[in-house]
């Protein structure tokens, strides 16, 4: 399996209703193409170490709506701890699905610590997430984030996926920024909450 | 039950006021890694229904937490002590810097004048000329009766202006405080 066979599952079973925060790197241009809708679902972020995290307060914030944290190693790994705030704080309507090829893989290929035997199905079990599982094929994968996304329970995915970047054409690859890129996906939150989220300041 | 609830029948006025500032700003969830000298907060606000409270075991864990919060349009504020904001830095200047989420911090002086903890006053040193460096506006909150303006004007600014603010709590609206 690789990265854009696991995106390709994870739209599948995903929906415009649900809302995703999502790393940048190899990943980025893989899930704007194939995300349910050409909808601003999907907060990408910048930032290593947070992308859980960030899905953990969109989660507790809109608790009656699917939240997917698409994951990465290489960001599980930067802060790792967060995932026993996952596993105490378990919302039911969020599933992290962490992509791990074992690499740095956009800056060259250098090896996260998953290469050398780190399971992070293991620690996450360990910490608490009940629904914890590694999946090494789509089959697997399409069971388990079904299992989750329709579960009473925080779901904790980790895809298992071989080296490999899709190569996207000029015209198909995201160009946002993170600031256009939020308030892009504020809008979308308010249009399918139906309320106000920034704004409503007088201009004069 | 937060365990540093147990025991601890009477909440001090400087947290009421503290909790009863976060009522009046409409927050509704606190993610802290709670430290001592706002020991009496972290147990108000555990009792208090109308506010659920996020305890993390590192500091950088609490800008994506209040930033996701945000981005679904729920009011949230961490707690820390100033020596976090170096632990949080990261994702504090990620979040204002490359995608202007507004993030309401609250930090603990450590290390103001009279601290007796030799540990202590590397935080007071680092805390102001780092936000200055990531250009977070700051307020000395040092009086209870500026608790809730304090509060209220905090998320104001941080929602109009798009980026982080950060309040100091010292003197009177700590532990063992004046008042």
């Known amino acids: 399996m690789k990265r854009i066979d696991a995106v390709t599952v994870i739209a599948e079973a995903t929906t415009t209703e649900d809302l995703f925060v999502s790393s940048v790197g190899g990943l980025i241009d893989d899930w704007w193409n194939l995300r349910p809708g050409p909808v601003d679902n999907t907060m990408s972020l910048s930032i290593l170490g ?52 074992g690499l740095y893989e956009c800056i060259g290929s250098a090896p996260t610590l998953t290469s050398a035997g780190v399971d992070l199905a293991a620690i996450a079990a360990g910490a608490g997430c009940a629904h914890a599982v590694a999946v090494h094929d789509e089959l697997s994968l399409a069971k388990e984030l079904a299992a989750s996304l329709a579960g009473d329970d925080l779901g904790y995915l980790v895809a298992r996926i071989e080296p490999g970047m899709e190569s996207w054409p000029e015209e198909k690859r ?25 704004g409503g300041a007088p201009h004069v | 039950m937060h365990e540093q609830s147990v ?54 864990e609490l800008p994506g937490i209040v930033a996701g919060s945000y981005l679904g349009g729920r009011r949230a504020l961490m707690i820390m002590e100033n020596s976090g904001l170096r632990q949080a830095c990261e994702p504090i200047a990620r979040f204002s810097f490359a995608h202007q989420v507004p993030l309401v911090m609250v930090v603990s002086y450590r290390g103001d004048f009279g601290e007796a903890n030799w540990w202590g006053h590397n935080h007071a040193q680092v805390m102001g000329p780092l936000l200055e460096a990531l250009r977070i506006p700051m307020k000395i909150v040092d009086r209870v009766d500026d608790i809730k303006p304090m509060l209220r004007k905090a998320f104001d600014h941080a929602g109009a202006s798009q980026w982080p603010v950060c309040l100091v709590m010292t003197g009177e609206c700590t532990e063992g405080g004046a008042a």
Not at chain 1, 177 to 197: A, H, N, P, S, T
Not at chain 2, 52 to 60: C, H, K, Q, T
């Open chain 1, 174 to 198: 995201r160009h946002t920024d993170g600031i256009e890129d939020k308030y892009r996906f504020v809008r979308y939150v308010e249009q399918l909450e139906g309320r106000r989220i920034h």
């Open chain 1, 50 to 101: 947070s992308i859980s995290s960030t899905a953990l307060g969109l989660a507790l914030a809109l608790p009656h709506r699917r939240v997917v944290a698409l994951e990465t190693d290489g960001s599980v790994l930067m802060n790792l701890g967060a995932v026993t705030t996952l596993a105490v704080q378990r919302p039911r309507n969020l599933t992290v699905v962490v992509m791990d090829n």
């Open chain 2, 7 to 60: 025991g601890t029948d009477r909440v001090p006025r400087y947290a009421q006021e503290f909790v009863n500032g976060l009522h009046e700003a409409a927050v509704t969830l606190v993610g802290t890694l709670p430290e001592s000298h706002l020991k009496s907060v972290y147990v108000a606000i555990d009792r208090d229904p109308a506010i659920d409270l996020v305890r993390v075991s590192n500091e950088a």
